[in-house]
């Protein structure tokens, strides 16, 4: 109030931002670089993976390729929804929303927009270049293309459950905390962070339904 008063001819707003900035600007140079290094090698074999798994598909050269298709599309709609999140950072950090607080980040170690977009972009990647080479095919007797989706969720599973400080390992264990509070739904008191996450899963019902069709057809090895 008394910085208001005396230095911003009562502005209160303007003054709540300058006292929240940092005294200290942060950069984020080596994020910036590895997200958009992975979009940009992730981008073309994303495209040629859908046109390949199409063109496979329609021809009858890849006899059950419209599954296959699925499920890669199941694993795509949940990474882009997660890169798309950190746009919301953005837009929240650019209009001074204080979403680290109403999340209930830690304020010490939060992470910026721009080291968030970081994981999605990976996996974007290695879902990118694990996609085309599941639908080339190029080992069809060593190792069968069907099987390149087991290959991409076992990666995806080892870097989410991480247990050393890499792949910012604080953040991961918020998320896999809010997780845990979602599927034991009931045990605790419901926070904004839990109701947040829970309405994201309810938009991505395309991919949670592909968990049944996904073991169900590697159960019976993609027989009938």
Not at 47 to 63: C, N, Q, R, W
Not at 195 to 205: H, K, P, V
Request: charged letters at 15%; proline letters at 3%; glycine letters at 6%.
């Amino acid at each position: 109030e008394l910085y208001s008063r005396y230095f911003e001819n009562g502005n209160r707003n303007v003054s709540i931002a300058k006292l929240r900035t940092s005294a200290v600007e942060r950069t984020y140079y080596v994020a910036d670089y590895i997200g958009g290094l992975f979009i940009g090698v992730a981008l073309p074999f994303v495209i040629y993976s859908i046109y390949l798994g199409l063109h496979k598909t329609i021809s009858g050269e890849l006899v059950n390729g419209k599954y296959l298709l699925q499920i890669w599309g199941g694993f795509m709609l949940m990474i882009v929804m997660s890169w798309l999140f950190s746009i919301n950072c953005l837009v929240w950090t650019k209009f001074k929303v204080n979403y680290k607080f109403i999340f209930e980040f830690n304020q010490h170690d939060t992470l910026d927009f721009k080291q968030y977009m970081v994981l999605p972009s990976l996996f974007l990647f290695l879902g990118g270049i694990i996609a085309w080479l599941s639908f080339e095919d190029f080992w069809p007797h060593e190792f069968s293309g069907y099987d390149f989706p087991w290959v991409f969720l076992a990666v995806t599973v080892l870097i989410l459950f991480c247990p050393f400080d890499m792949f910012f390992l604080n953040a991961r264990l918020w998320l896999l905390s809010t997780f845990t509070r979602l599927l034991l739904s009931g045990f605790y008191p419901v926070e904004f962070r839990d109701f947040f996450l829970g309405d994201i899963f309810c938009s991505l019902t395309y991919s949670i339904s592909n968990v049944s069709m996904f073991f169900c057809i590697y159960s019976k090895h993609w027989n009938n």
